[in-house]
T-cell receptor, first 114, second 116 residues
Framework: AQSVTQLDSHVSVSEGTPVLLRCNYS??????LFWYVQHPNKGLQLLLK??????LVKGINGFEAEFKKSETSFHLTKPSAHMSDAAEYFC????????????FGKGTTLSVSS | KAGVTQTPRYLIKTRGQQVTLSCSPI?????VSWYQQTPGQGLQFLFE???????NKGNFPGRFSGRQFSNSRSEMNVSTLELGDSALYLC???????????????FGPGTRLTVL
C-alpha cells in the first residue's frame, strides 16, 4: 500500500531564508508523488509532481523537490521564503496510475515571519 | 476555463439526516474524485467517478455514495449523518486519461458540512 509521512507538522522560517519541508514515502511500486498547497479559505493547488522522469522537479513559485529512491524521500525546498508562502503543504502519493485516488500526508503548516 | 465548482459552500444538518453535495468539473474533464478533510484524519479519498461509473473507492462506510451524470457533473450523498461526518468535502476533476503518467487533479473550494 502507498503512504506518505510528513516529518514536521509545523515549520517556521524568516522571510528570505530557505524552506525545507520533509516527506518520506512508502510504495510497492514506482510512485507518482505530488506536493499541494492550501492557503486559508482557498482550494488545494498543485505545486509540482514527480512521475519518474527527472528526479529534480521544479514547480510553481520557485519551489522544487528531489525524488531520492534510496532514502524514500521527496522533500520540498525553496531558496528564499516569501510572506505569501505561509500556508499548509501536503505531500501526496497516487494510489492509482491515473492519479485520481490520492493519498495525502497529514500536512505541514509553514509560517513565515518578517 | 472556469474552475471546479461545488455547491453549496456551507451546510448545516442534524444527526440522522441525509445530505447531497454537488460538483461541476472543469469543462472537458471526465473524472471526478471526492475527498473528506477533517482536523483529526486529514484528507482522505472517498471515491472517483469516470464516465458515470465508480472507478475507485476509498475506505468509507456505505452511507457515503456518489454518482456521475453524462455531463460529468457529480453528486455525493451521505445518509444517516453522524457528528463525525462534519468536515470539508472537496471534489477534484481531471481528464481521467489512462496514459503512463497521472493527470493533474484540480480541486474545488469545498463544501463545509456541519452536523449538529
Amino acid at each position: 500500500a502507498q503512504s506518505v509521512t510528513q516529518l514536521d507538522s509545523h515549520v517556521s522560517v524568516s522571510e528570505g531564508t530557505p524552506v525545507l519541508l520533509r516527506c518520506n514515502y512508502s510504495s510497492s511500486y514506482s510512485p507518482s508523488l505530488f506536493w499541494y498547497v492550501q492557503h486559508p479559505n482557498k482550494g488545494l493547488q498543485l505545486l509540482l509532481k514527480y512521475t519518474s522522469a527527472a528526479t529534480l522537479v521544479k514547480g510553481i513559485n520557485g519551489f522544487e523537490a528531489e525524488f531520492k529512491k534510496s532514502e524514500t524521500s521527496f522533500h520540498l525546498t525553496k531558496p528564499s521564503a516569501h510572506m505569501s508562502d505561509a500556508a499548509e503543504y501536503f505531500c501526496v502519493v497516487s494510489d492509482n496510475q491515473a492519479g485520481t485516488a490520492l493519498i495525502f500526508g497529514k500536512g505541514t503548516t509553514l509560517s513565515v515571519s518578517s | 476555463k472556469a474552475g471546479v465548482t461545488q455547491t453549496p459552500r456551507y451546510l448545516i444538518k442534524t444527526r440522522g439526516q441525509q445530505v447531497t453535495l454537488s460538483c461541476s468539473p472543469i469543462s472537458g474533464h471526465r473524472s471526478v474524485s471526492w475527498y473528506q478533510q477533517t482536523p483529526g484524519q486529514g484528507l482522505q479519498f472517498l471515491f472517483e467517478y469516470f464516465s458515470e461509473t465508480q472507478r475507485n473507492k476509498g475506505n468509507f462506510p456505505g452511507r457515503f455514495s456518489g454518482r456521475q451524470f453524462s455531463n460529468s457533473r457529480s453528486e455525493m450523498n451521505v445518509s444517516t449523518l453522524e457528528l463525525g461526518d462534519s468536515a470539508l468535502y472537496l471534489c477534484a476533476s481531471s481528464l481521467g486519461s489512462s496514459g503512463s503518467t497521472p493527470d493533474t487533479q484540480y480541486f474545488g473550494p469545498g463544501t463545509r458540512l456541519t452536523v449538529l
